[in-house]
């Protein structure tokens, strides 16, 4: 614990927080993740491509322990997940915070209660400060402080992603996952969440770990990127990947989409 | 319990010493709730001007930038003048952020609480309120499968589905035949021997094939199955149709012009009808069965003679007047079940709360109903 705070001041000495070695994924006689491996540093974001079926979501369910591996090694903070039995999991579900894709609020509950589920849980914290604390980080995430009230149902598309980020950041982790955050989002609702994550990364220090299809957010916020193809898995700057010469990554990055993106983005 | 509280030393510290606020240690969640309450402790005292001193902090997060943030706001509403709050640089731009963001600036202040008294007298009023919109919003759907089912009558060719009926009718009547026939089998024997035991007293016990067969006929068959009934298929209605709901199917339907009602709600309640007819007349027998077989045994009554006594004891009419109840509370059950089910919002608590509302309707208003029947013949003189 000492050693990655004292890193956290000197960016430049690389800090792995997530670490996956040899890691093999399979449904039946389907392999969808072949051997792979992959370094997450602390204080980027790392933005997750591929395409449909190529497994981004089953590499991330894998990591958070949603599914069991067939083969292979994941470290988050150093410590295995996946096969880590009850209170060890515990203490890393604590440390970080999950954007599932629809949100995955709570129906029964309202958006302020939805953000105090972990702090109820974890905390000893009094009802008066964790009503503070969610109305924090509802204004936090850019919804109007009477969101807090309403029940997920009552909220559009757009609202709910930024209210799952708020719970997903309610016991102010380290690492952040997020899948797919600005898909089913028009365009300008897109741009301001991907601003949003950009901010909140920087000034809460996050670690970032983001699957998308997005083209515009990849370009826009995250450090690196970590293409899924061929059950395999490739990592780059944008810049690195489009000299890539495997025909999906020169597809992606060259196609029309990827040409217009990019362009923007310089 | 596993508490993020645990996993840290309580090193997060402050005071307030010659007009400073010092703070330092680790302001993070995890020491959250005990700085909260040393700090709601703390003496606003004079009012003179104060430093905040915050740049001793090793870590600082969301949470514990929220503290610092509000003991200065707490500082400053009791008069005092706060100069600079000063963090180290790494985190100037979270407290910017969240200061920018202060919920509590343009919070809006909550009105005042209802008084507990008026907070029943208006649940009460809500509740009502919601009873009637909920009778109006059934009558006007009976209203509309009226006249549609008027029109299937007119062309049954075109707006009849056969094939949606017949399965309702599978699903409905013939699927419940093993649940129907036990239980009605065993109410049977439950009041044979309930009436052998009382008439036995009185040496009237022959008389209790009277009693069943009466009981049985006129009210325990039909009751019995609307009920089972009710909770199979009314539960059932409610259910598919609050699925197709949330996943949009009845919206696509009705864009290409598919009447729902036709295609949804006419086959289930004409099939419904058919069903427990004809599992009311099963169940009838069943309960006969049952109720036979324990005479047999307890009383030695052969069967030729238990047949002979009931023929004395009831009539067609007897049977009648159970059977004619069947279609009407057939007709209730599935109306009630695809009416809810048009009521499902889209999402997924939504769904259960209707079935159990169906449920509960359909049951409440087949007894109810059964009540009126009741009254009517004994008006009737049947």
Not at chain 1, 68 to 74: F, M, V, Y
Not at chain 2, 34 to 60: V, Y
Not at chain 2, 125 to 153: C, F, N, P
Request: net charge neutral; charged share 20%.
């Amino acid at each position: 614990m000492m050693a990655t705070e004292k890193s956290k001041d000197s960016p430049d000495k690389k800090d792995v927080i997530i670490r996956i070695r040899g890691l093999v994924n399979g449904f039946g006689h389907k392999i969808i993740h072949d051997h792979l491996d992959l370094d997450v540093y602390r204080g980027e974001v790392l933005g997750v491509v591929g395409g449909s079926g190529s497994g981004k979501s089953v590499l991330l369910r894998t990591i958070i322990g949603l599914n069991a591996p067939r083969e292979g090694t994941i470290e988050v903070f150093g410590k295995r997940t996946g096969f880590a039995e009850g209170s060890r999991m515990r203490k890393l579900e604590m440390r970080w915070g999950i954007l599932f894709q629809e949100g995955a609020l709570f129906s029964s509950q309202t958006i302020a209660e939805n953000i105090q589920v972990p702090l109820r849980e974890y905390t000893s914290m009094s009802q008066e400060l964790m009503d503070e604390i969610a109305a924090m980080k509802i204004a936090l995430v850019g919804l109007p402080p009477d969101a807090g009230q309403k029940y997920p149902s009552e909220l559009s598309g757009g609202m709910k992603k930024r209210a799952g980020l708020a719970r997903a950041l309610a016991l102010d982790p380290e690492l952040l996952f997020l899948d797919e955050p600005t898909s089913g989002l028009d365009p300008i609702s897109a741009d301001q969440f991907d601003k949003l994550i950009a901010e909140l990364q920087k000034s809460l220090g996050l670690t970032v770990f983001m699957v998308t299809h997005d083209l515009d957010s990849l370009s826009a916020i995250t450090d690196r990127i970590a293409v899924l193809v061929d059950k395999k898995i490739t990592t780059g700057t944008i810049d690195e990947l489009r000299k890539n010469t495997t025909p999906w990554i020169q597809e992606y990055f060259s196609g029309p989409r990827g040409h217009a993106a990019l362009a923007g983005s310089h | 319990m596993a508490s993020i509280e645990n996993a840290a030393e309580p090193d997060a510290w402050f005071k307030v010493e010659r007009g400073v606020f010092t703070a330092g240690g680790r302001w993070t969640i995890a020491q959250s709730a005990r700085l909260d309450q040393q700090l709601r402790g703390l003496e606003t005292g004079s009012n003179e001007a104060i430093a905040m001193d915050a740049s001793g902090i090793e870590r600082l997060d969301s949470t514990g930038a929220w503290l610092l943030l509000r003991t200065r706001r707490a500082l400053e509403s009791a008069g005092r003048t706060v100069s600079a709050l000063k963090v180290p640089e790494r985190y100037t731009s979270l407290l910017e952020n969240l200061d920018r963001n202060d919920p509590t600036r343009h919070a809006h202040p909550r009105g005042p609480r209802m008084s507990p008294w008026r907070y029943r007298l208006y649940r009460i009023g809500k509740a009502t309120m919601h009873a009637g919109h909920q009778g109006w919003g059934i009558l006007g759907y009976l209203g509309r499968v009226t006249v549609e089912t008027g029109e299937m009558i007119a062309s049954p060719r075109k707006n009849l589905r056969f094939a949606a009926m017949v399965n309702q009718i599978e699903e409905t009547g013939i699927s419940a035949l093993p649940i129907v026939g036990l239980l009605s089998f065993l109410i049977g024997v439950v009041i044979a021997y309930q009436s052998i035991e009382q008439l036995r007293k009185f040496n009237a016990e022959f008389l209790t094939i009277d009693g069943l067969g009466i009981i049985t006929l006129r009210e325990m068959g039909v009751l019995m199955t609307s009920i089972i009934v009710a909770g199979r298929s009314g539960s059932a209605f409610t259910a598919q149709i609050g699925t197709m709901r949330v996943n949009q199917e009845i919206d696509a339907m009705q864009t290409m012009g598919l009447n729902t009602v036709d295609t949804l709600v006419l086959p289930r309640i004409i099939g419904l009808v058919i069903s427990l007819t004809v599992l009311t007349l099963y169940a009838d027998v069943m309960g006969l069965i049952g109720g036979g077989l324990m005479c047999y045994f307890n009383l030695g009554i052969t069967i030729p003679a238990f047949l002979r006594e009931l023929q004395h004891a009831v009539s067609l009419n007897t049977l009648m007047v159970g059977l004619i109840k069947a279609p009407v509370f057939a007709f209730v059950i599935a109306l009630v079940g695809c009416y809810e089910g048009f009521q499902v919002e889209r999402n997924a608590a939504s769904v259960g709360q209707l079935t159990t509302r169906s449920v509960v309707e359909s049951v409440f208003l087949v007894i109810v109903l059964d009540a009126a029947f009741s009254i009517m013949f004994s008006v009737l003189g049947i």
